[in-house]
């Protein structure tokens, strides 16, 4: 029986145990995603306590180099857990993710200040986000895989893009959470001891979480290849022998969401306020309103490309990413708010699109048995390279070029390119998730 065929005929969950899959799944995005941004949303707090310096700019690419040192660790996370995943099953190994994202960032808002301890506490930083990368490079692709391979064949566009979304959600609340606190504080205050509250938070939201993912029931694609006895031994090998191809598309479409996403969560915030002098409140409120218009175009982006397929809505996402980006950027340096409102609001859109379609690819170029330690290893990858130096490199654009701009040609270039790649990618979206190496020996 074809793949093609297969598609309708796979395990599944019923509705109640799906929707169960996909809260835990949503926690774990928000988790995630939170324990990053809301260092990028204190990153001005963070320069002044950890990195002082006659230099605000050189305390600034300090910060974000310590940002960028917690996605080294992504590809180790994502080579351990995606081994853990493939071998053992997705759902114990999900539980030790968040609880492991959550402690690391508890501990940043433990962590004493460098006039308190000296250099050690930038190391101590360091720490906090080395065990923080290593958590975020499993959590991805291990809790979207889960809920793919829970979903009906034809909706799992539209659930996967939906968990994925809500990656998105915590730039905002995180945003909402800061300016709050700003405002009920005061900048004293909140410089003083309360920019440690929404890293207390990361600790506790990680508790219910937890308790969630103990109550979800195992993939059953991943069960149904436990029960035919092809549970890959070495997922990574097998990956590298027998899916190079899937490897490089997966690693090219992880760049642009990469950079987009660490574009609008973790440098635009800062670009705003530190290169285009707003307020910090106006930077956070335009960030926050530009994600929202994101988190409503990922889930419809997802589910019009199990109707319509997934090249062409990666192909659509690229390509107005592309277009879109320097007009974005020169609305948004424009030097007020509504203009920023705008131009980021139609970056977050046209990226949407693209976020919303690339996460179910990633887990339908590879096969059951090695989908974890594949798609990990791809996404993660790319993102030390694109996502994680995303801010940092940007900073250094616009100091080196004296243009605002300079980010926005950086991103349409790759944009572009990835757009060229997009055209050539394999058609999955009526594939089976169970593939022929899933149940029979090649």
């Not at 939906?162 to 300016?179: D, E, M, N, R, S």
């Amino acid at each position: 029986m074809s793949d093609t065929a297969t598609r309708t005929a796979g395990p599944h969950t019923d509705q109640h145990g799906r929707r169960r899959v996909l809260v835990s799944a949503a926690l774990g995005q928000f988790v995630e995603f939170y324990d990053f941004v809301i260092y990028a949303y204190t990153a001005s707090v963070i320069a002044t306590l950890f990195f002082p310096g006659d230099s605000r700019v050189a305390s600034m690419l300090a910060t974000f180099a310590v940002y960028a040192v917690g996605f080294v660790m992504r590809p180790v996370g994502g080579l351990l857990f995606g081994h853990l995943g493939d071998r053992a099953g997705r759902k114990g190994v999900l539980a030790i993710i968040i609880l492991l994202m959550g402690a690391s960032t508890a501990l940043v808002g433990v962590l004493p200040t460098y006039e308190q301890i000296g250099i050690l506490a930038p190391i101590l930083l360091v720490v906090a986000r080395l065990l923080q990368g290593l958590s975020v490079g499993g959590e991805a692709i291990g809790s979207n895989a889960l809920v793919a391979e829970h979903s009906p064949p034809a909706r799992r566009g539209g659930y996967v893009a939906l968990a994925y979304a809500f990656g998105v959600i915590p730039a905002v609340f995180a945003a909402l959470f800061v300016l709050a606190l700003n405002s009920v504080l005061g900048e004293a205050a909140f410089t003083s001891w309360g920019w440690r509250i929404p890293f207390l938070l990361g600790g506790v939201i990680s508790l219910v979480g937890i308790y969630i993912r103990r109550r979800v029931a195992e993939s059953p694609a991943f069960e149904q290849t436990k029960r035919a006895e092809r549970v890959a031994k070495a997922p990574l090998l097998s990956v590298l022998r027998e899916h190079r191809r899937a490897l490089g598309f997966a690693f090219v479409m992880a760049s642009l969401s990469g950079l987009g996403f660490y574009s609008l969560t973790g440098y635009f915030p800062s670009y705003l306020s530190e290169a285009v002098k707003l307020t910090e409140s106006e930077s956070l409120i335009a960030n926050s309103v530009a994600l929202t218009m994101a988190f409503i175009a990922m889930p419809l982006a997802g589910r019009l490309s199990d109707r319509v397929g997934r090249r062409p809505m990666l192909v659509a996402g690229a390509l107005s990413s592309a277009l879109a980006a320097v007009p974005a950027y020169w609305l948004a340096s424009s030097g007020s708010l509504a203009p920023a409102i705008i131009g980021e609001s139609l970056l977050a859109i046209t990226l949407g699109i693209f976020f919303g379609t690339v996460g179910i690819v990633w887990l339908e170029l590879f096969p059951t048995r090695t989908r974890y330690s594949g798609a990990a290893m791809s996404l993660n990858a790319a993102y030390v390279v694109f996502g994680g130096t995303a801010p940092l490199f940007s900073t250094w654009l616009v100091d080196a070029t004296g243009s605002l701009l300079a980010p926005a040609i950086y991103l349409a270039v790759l944009s572009f390119l990835v757009f060229v790649v997009a055209c050539r990618i394999p058609e999955t979206y009526q594939v089976s998730l169970v593939q022929g190496e899933d149940r029979t020996v090649r």
